[in-house]
């Protein structure tokens, strides 16, 4: 005996969800059976109204639920400094820093010619659109330090540089709090590069 | 800036899942932000179908979709032999044995007085009326071997053995493939105890 089919068919698909193997799943399943009818009405109410509610700031592709995002509409933020992102969820990790006042801008992905995604896949023309009409000073590019993260932030400081404004990118090294035994060859050189005096 | 409020709820009710921190459940939100209308459906659909479909076997309790489940309507089963369980994933991990070749009954939990539950709260009187109607041989015991599940296996013992039919109750010791050093002493004396000649 195995489980039964309508189980089977929610184990199947609970897998599917990011880091839920075959046993959580299990878990996961065995739980929602176990749980009170309205409980689990509330989590499929939960997520359907989420994935309806919740869209793109149609400015700077921060998941919002109007049509203009918090950040965007906030006058205390600094509308002159843009921080360019590959994600909605990597804004969450900056604002969790409570370090930058500036704006962002999700460019919803990055340049990876290995899988198809050019340029004009991500958004970039927005970013471009923004800067020309707006006053920026300063584009502090935030892509992912991965080869495709690299090549994306490269194309924008060519792009950008020739509008006059000044284009920086976040510093790499060594994470704070890091054994250093433990850093790949590659971190460790840029470390060197990007060295500080003190 | 925190989550919007749509997917602050929902990531809510996603850290309610066992084995689900709140990290797990921003990446399950945030997937599920970015799945296909589609999948999302596909995904409510099954929590809510499994959770309608899915009943207890009016018999032993196991998860069936029918009245009665598939291994109580198996006339291969041998069906004076029923192993004695609490919970119906319980019967999950037997079967993957294939070991066992009688029924099953589910407790649906254990006698535990430290939470109030008493034997009448838990599946025991239909246990003794099958017992009694039907041609039973062996009462296999495999409650859990914690506190509950020993108290439970003891009273029932007690309850069955006058019926005139043989309890058992499953061995109880070192888990194959264990390192001794990393056994617990109680685990240790029990496996002294049930010891048997080579």
Do not use: W
Not at 23 to 35: D, H
Not at 122 to 132: A, G, H, T, V
Not at 141 to 163: C, R, V
Not at 169 to 193: A, F, H, K, M, Q
């Amino acid at each position: 005996m195995a489980y039964t089919k309508s189980l089977e068919e929610l184990i199947a698909k609970l897998v599917k969800l990011p880091g839920i193997g075959r046993r959580s799943a299990e878990r996961i399943a065995m739980f929602l059976l176990q749980s009170s009818d309205a409980d689990v009405k509330n989590l499929t109410s939960a997520i359907i109204r989420a994935k309806q509610n919740i869209r793109l700031c149609k400015i700077c592709n921060i998941l919002t639920e109007g049509e203009v995002c918090q950040i965007c509409q906030n006058p205390a933020r600094d509308n002159s400094t843009i921080c360019v992102v590959e994600e909605p969820k990597d804004v969450i990790a900056f604002e969790k820093t409570a370090k930058f006042q500036g704006l962002y801008h999700v460019l919803m992905g990055s340049i990876s010619p290995l899988d198809g995604r050019g340029p004009e896949d991500i958004k970039i023309k927005e970013l471009i659109d923004r800067i020309k009409n707006k006053n920026i000073k300063e584009i502090i590019i935030a892509t992912d330090s991965d080869t495709e993260g690299e090549t994306t932030a490269i194309y924008l400081n060519k792009l950008i540089k020739p509008l006059g404004v000044k284009v920086t990118r976040i510093g790499l090294g060594v994470p704070v709090g890091s054994n250093l035994e433990y850093i790949d060859s590659t971190t460790l050189s840029l470390s060197l590069e990007s060295r500080r005096e003190l």
